[in-house]
């Protein structure tokens, strides 16, 4: 029996991150897909906040993706997904942060919030803004010449913004934001992580996200407002 269970649904960019986090560790797991509009009963006996990922190691279970990544970097030490140094795990953990409390934040402000088009220009434009900052506050100080986030590395950073980046599409697709060509620097990250080889084992189209997220939330499916 597999030890290692993770609940996750295909779409959901958290779960893709301690996904992509086994995978780069090679421990093998189970993965059991929740169908969030339509959860099983006792979901909340496993996931006591109702959502996915949630992680199962034998009798025990951690949620929250990225607390389930610094689980699995505890138990499964190699390959080492984090720096050495105290400085530098701090650093990553910083990032890991902003991804959290900002970037994932606002898009999903951008696309689950209000339809009111000033609003979804104005959640548009945060979500910019964090991609210019990522850009010159990350890639171009602590990349180096990269090609990772932390530089010749990859590590937990990596995978916790590369999903929402797979998924960009339909940001643009929903809401008319076009991926930000002239950050070059994050431009090159994208690609090198596209072409990483966890990365693509688990990939999915544009046209994948863009037909599943029409599915799924059928408000979505108006028409892209914002020029950004
Ligand atoms: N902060 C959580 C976010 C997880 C989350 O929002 N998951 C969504 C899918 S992407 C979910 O399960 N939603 C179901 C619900 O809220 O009912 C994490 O990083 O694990």
């Not at 400085?87 to 991804?99: D, E, G, M, Y």
């Not at 990350?138 to 530089?151: E, Q, V």
């Amino acid at each position: 029996m597999t030890e290692i269970e993770i609940y996750s649904a295909a779409l959901c960019p958290f779960a893709h991150r301690s996904r992509l986090t086994l995978l780069e560790k090679g421990v093998p797991f189970q993965l059991i897909e929740i169908d969030l509009q339509n959860k099983p009963a006792n979901f909340r006996d496993i996931s006591p906040y109702g959502k996915v990922p949630v992680l199962k190691h034998g009798d025990q279970r951690v949620w929250e993706s990225a607390l389930i990544n610094e689980y699995l970097e505890e138990v499964f030490p190699n390959p080492s997904l984090l720096p050495k140094s105290p400085i530098q795990r701090a650093h990553a953990r910083i990032w890991i942060n902003f991804a959290d409390t900002r970037l994932f934040a606002a898009s999903g402000k951008l696309l689950y919030g209000s339809p009111d088009p000033q609003q979804q220009t104005a959640a548009a434009k945060e979500l910019i803004e964090h991609l210019q900052f990522i850009e010159q506050e990350g890639l171009r100080k602590l990349s180096d010449n990269g090609p990772y986030w932390l530089g010749t590395e990859i590590s937990l950073v990596d995978f916790t913004y590369y999903p929402l980046f797979e998924q960009w599409a339909v940001l643009e697709h929903f809401r008319g934001v076009k991926f930000p060509t002239q950050l070059d620097r994050l431009k090159q990250w994208c690609d090198t992580m596209a072409n990483h080889e966890s990365v693509r084992v688990i990939a999915h189209s544009p046209e994948f996200y863009i037909e599943h997220y029409a599915r799924l939330a059928q408000r979505l499916a108006t028409p892209a407002t914002n020029k950004i």
